[in-house]
């Protein structure tokens, strides 16, 4: 069992149309987070979220809009999708309980904006 | 703030080298540090960690020792193998909000 899945795995879209990207993890994690990878591989947080509460927003702009129903997923809605868009976004989870902050990621979505 | 660098790449290296992948972190604090490594394709899978000072993490023939006198965590392997190739991030992890923050990867290449 694939313990952070997120789909889909690939997206390709028009820029200016709206989608959403999910994540669910099966480990009983209390965090979830959402990373952006770049075309240089570089990685950088955007999101975390703590039993469904948010906890981390960074400099993201307001197009992004993570949403989480309960703690084992967090979704990622994009509104108005620009070029810049485009890289591997990652879902990644863990727990302060045991293993103090291990993230375990998921295979990441390859989102292309045409 | 809170940073990391490591080396630029790629390293390319033939099968049975040496590997050695500089880390250095700047973070107020005692921040945990880790080496990530993330296969063509793949998604980053934990590699191996260290949580204080002296500490030493290990996996696969990975080691990385947490230097707090040299802010330093780097990555050792006394013989790669072609299946080491891949893109391999050192991160630290902040402790009042525990984000990691990320290196910005180094790629590793061996060749038979």
């Known amino acids: 069992d694939t313990a952070v899945s997120q789909t889909p795995k690939y997206l390709v879209t028009q820029m200016g149309n709206d989608k959403s990207i999910k994540c669910e993890q099966n480990?009983?994690?209390?965090?979830m987070y959402w990373y952006k990878q770049d075309s240089k591989k570089f990685l950088k947080i955007m999101f975390s979220?703590?039993?469904?509460?948010?906890?981390i927003n960074e400099t993201v702009p307001n197009r992004f809009s993570p949403k989480s129903p309960d703690k084992a997923h967090l979704n990622l809605h994009i509104n108005s999708l620009e070029l810049g868009d485009s890289a591997v976004y990652f879902c990644?989870?863990?727990?302060?309980?045991?293993?103090?902050?291990?993230?375990?990621f998921g295979a990441g979505t390859r989102l292309s904006v045409l | 703030g809170n940073s990391v660098t490591q080396m630029e790449g790629p390293v390319t290296l033939s099968e049975e080298a040496f590997l050695t992948i500089n880390c250095t972190y700047t973070?107020?604090?005692?921040?945990?540090l880790f080496w990530y490594v993330q296969y063509p394709g793949e998604g980053l899978q934990l590699l191996l960690k260290?949580?204080?000072?002296?500490d030493k993490g290990s996996n696969k023939g990975f080691e990385a020792t947490y230097r707090k006198e040299t802010t330093s965590f780097h990555l050792e392997k006394g013989s790669v193998q072609v299946s080491d190739s891949a893109v391999y991030f050192c991160?630290?992890?902040?402790?009042?909000?525990?984000?990691?923050?990320f290196g910005t990867g180094t790629r590793l290449q061996v060749f038979p």
């Open positions: 990644a989870s863990s727990t302060r309980t045991v293993a103090k902050n291990i993230q375990y």
């Open positions: 480990l009983g994690h209390d965090t």
């Open positions: 979220y703590n039993n469904k509460e948010l906890i």
């Open positions: 973070a107020t604090g005692y921040p945990s």
């Open positions: 260290a949580t204080k000072a002296d």
């Open positions: 991160a630290l992890s902040d402790q009042n909000t525990d984000k990691l923050i």
